[in-house]
């Protein structure tokens, strides 16, 4: 759990920042198409955003430290790459089995299903040509896999099962979006095009 609370509070960090440059873009954006777009659809932009900050801040963004007055980018600290599919299911069950270690269940395979399942309800919701399942379902895709090249080059471990289960969070959220009312959507929705 002090894990999960350490990502959290690392992301609300990178969050806090960039809210303000953020909203000072949205509003920028809001001028040059002189008020064509409607308040929540501006809210739900903002707030994925937000998000993709928090979510890029636990992936590819160094961390920020502070030592002796010099702030400093950190890059991982940890080289691995795994191209073997479903070996977190191995790791996962065996941690839990023989260690009766469940953080690898909750950090690697919930976590990383959880983490994009905001993709998968965020672009179809706010955008309509996400609307169509192999739309949303690639854009996940292709995050996660760019997330994953990213992360070689920067001492961090990349794993084809981050890919798939990344995936797996987004078609979650993909059918959460289906829950929601067509009446509802729409009021999320860009106000002249859509």
């Known amino acids: 759990m002090d894990l999960i609370l350490g990502y ?3 992301m609300w960090f990178y969050m806090v920042i960039t809210t303000p440059i953020i909203i000072v873009y949205r509003i920028y954006k809001i001028k040059k198409f002189k008020n064509t777009m409607n308040s929540i659809h501006e809210v739900g932009v903002i707030l994925f955003f937000i998000f993709l900050v928090g979510l890029l801040s636990q992936t590819v963004i160094p961390a920020i430290s502070i030592q002796n007055g010099s702030i400093l980018l950190v890059n991982g600290n940890y ?12 790791e996962t069950y065996n941690a839990i089995k023989y260690l009766d270690l469940w953080q690898p269940f909750f950090i690697n395979f919930v976590g990383n299903i959880v983490m994009f399942i905001p993709i998968g309800f965020l ?3 706010l955008w309509r040509k996400f609307e169509p399942f192999y739309f949303t379902i690639g854009m996940g895709f292709l995050l996660s896999f760019s997330i994953e090249i990213l992360q070689i080059p920067q001492m961090r471990s990349s794993d084809v099962d981050d890919l798939w289960l990344n995936t797996l969070g987004t078609v979650f959220g993909y059918f959460i979006f289906l829950l929601i009312p067509k009446k509802v959507r729409t009021k999320f929705r860009f106000k002249v095009s859509g």
């Open 79 to 90: 080289q691995a790459t795994n191209l073997e599919f479903f070996r977190v299911l191995t």
């Open 8 to 10: 959290l509070k690392d």
């Open 123 to 125: 672009l179809p919701l």
